[in-house]
């Protein structure tokens, strides 16, 4: 990403996170926030208006916290507002000479956004199934989600390169994703719980021919979950084959399994994940 383009990327972060936690929030919600108008917060994070730096300094006080995000917001501004490509080099060096930016870091948070939430996952097997080419409005409706999140969605699967453009369609791409060392599990627990929830809601409102839930609960040697472990990863790539040889595809689906101890007490430690998240 260019780097006077940046603040545009820090708009839309903060705009999503506003979304997440609340999902009646809009962008007309945001601009009411900023004090600016809807149409002009739309075209600003399309891309198609520049922001002053005298809105910059009043939006980042409304925003940020502490003075070093402030600064930055500001700074990215003025550089995208340069007129000359010697004063655009000069702020950009002086912010990366501070350590203001650190694209490694930017990317690695694209990465666990995509793995966090539910919907970025979806909309690239949806991609599959819809006729015409898709949109955010297609994906609004076919997930439920919110218009603001869909498109930002999308745009963060373009940007990691996931999601690309052939014959003015957007498609899923065959790239796999450098995902960075050290993913929080806070983030691939999200992924599971917002799952959860789904399935909480289709056992309440599916039809029974639209859901299949099945348990088992069962006493087993602590000598024998390696084995089990193992059983559920060959289950799991047999049916994702099963579903990859159709070419013509009609519903989008969620498996979950889920495997794990009854008794209380006792937590698992940290840095032994065992959490999945697949496309495809």
């Given amino acids: 990403m260019e780097i006077n383009e940046r603040y545009r990327s820090i708009l839309r972060q903060e705009l999503e996170k506003r979304c997440t936690k609340n999902k009646s929030y809009s962008l007309r919600s945001f601009a009411k926030l900023l004090e600016v108008s809807p149409s002009q917060l739309s075209r600003v994070l399309a891309g198609t208006k520049n922001l002053s730096v005298m809105n910059a300094k009043r939006i980042a006080e409304i925003l940020f916290?502490?003075?070093?995000?402030?600064?930055l917001f500001v700074s990215l501004v003025e550089i995208n507002q340069a007129n000359n490509d010697d004063l655009k080099q000069r702020l950009s060096e002086q912010?990366?000479?501070?350590?203001?930016?650190?694209?490694?870091?930017?990317?690695?948070?694209e990465v666990i956004k995509y793995i966090s939430d539910w919907y970025h996952i979806a909309i690239l097997e949806l991609t599959y199934i819809v006729d015409e080419p898709l949109s955010s409005s297609i994906v609004v409706k076919a997930l439920g989600i919110s218009a603001?999140?869909?498109?930002?969605?999308?745009?963060?699967?373009?940007?990691?390169?996931l999601l690309k453009r052939r014959d003015g369609r957007l498609v899923k791409s065959r790239a796999h994703l450098q995902t960075p060392s050290g993913i929080p599990n806070k983030s691939l627990r999200q992924f599971h719980q917002q799952m959860l929830e789904k399935a909480q809601q289709a056992l309440v409102e599916q039809s029974v021919d639209r859901k299949?839930?099945?348990?088992?609960?069962?006493?087993?040697?602590?000598?024998?979950?390696?084995?089990?472990?193992?059983?559920?990863?060959?289950?799991?790539?047999?049916?994702?084959?099963?579903?990859?040889?159709?070419?013509?595809?009609?519903?989008?689906?969620?498996?979950n399994i889920q495997f794990f101890d009854l008794l209380s007490g006792g937590k698992n430690e940290e840095d032994v994940p065992a959490y999945y998240v697949s496309s495809g």
Avoid: C, H, W
């Fill in 95 to 109: 912010l990366k000479e501070n350590n203001a930016i650190d694209e490694k870091f930017e990317l690695e948070l």
């Fill in 148 to 161: 603001i999140q869909a498109k930002l969605a999308m745009e963060r699967l373009e940007r990691l390169g």
């Fill in 65 to 71: 916290k502490n003075e070093p995000q402030k600064s």
């Fill in 212 to 255: 299949y839930f099945k348990g088992k609960t069962m006493s087993i040697s602590s000598d024998d979950l390696g084995e089990v472990r193992s059983l559920i990863d060959e289950v799991l790539n047999k049916i994702s084959k099963l579903a990859n040889n159709r070419k013509k595809k009609d519903s989008l689906y969620q498996l």
